[in-house]
């Protein structure tokens, strides 16, 4: 396996519990590097850009109406088989069909307040860390 890189978002139900540093913990164990981080506050339309893919869904104005609803923490994920690794360690969208011992699992609240996002692909993965990162503010 390559070392690859991958996109998360810690969402705002989690930053308002103050689970950012149990969330990073569980990426990290999991062999996951934060290689860049920030903490910021969605605007609306940032937050449609960011899941333009799903704006002929019917839940696209609650999506970005709960993403815009607190702050987020973006981060630049580092491993090996860095997409599948973070995809493990946020487990099932749905928290009562997550695996024990998975973010989600542990921390979501429902399908949409389910903590955290991660890309599904390397391809989205580049271009989600595009969105919200210079490749300066990204650390090898």
Known sequence: MTVSRTFSIIKPDATRRNLTGAIDAMLEEAGLRIVAQKRLRLTRAQAEE??????????????????????????????????????????????????PGTIRKRFGES???????????????????AFFFTPAEITG
Do not use: C, W
């Open 50 to 99: 960011f899941y333009a893919v799903h704006k002929a869904r019917p839940f696209f104005a609650d999506l970005v109406a709960f993403m815009t609803s607190g702050p987020v923490v973006v981060q630049v994920l580092e491993g090996e088989d860095a997409v599948a690794r973070n995809r493990a360690v946020m487990g099932a969208t749905d928290p009562a069909k997550a695996e």
């Open 111 to 129: 399908i949409e307040a389910n903590s955290v996002h991660g890309s599904d692909s390397p391809e989205t993965a580049a271009a989600e860390i």
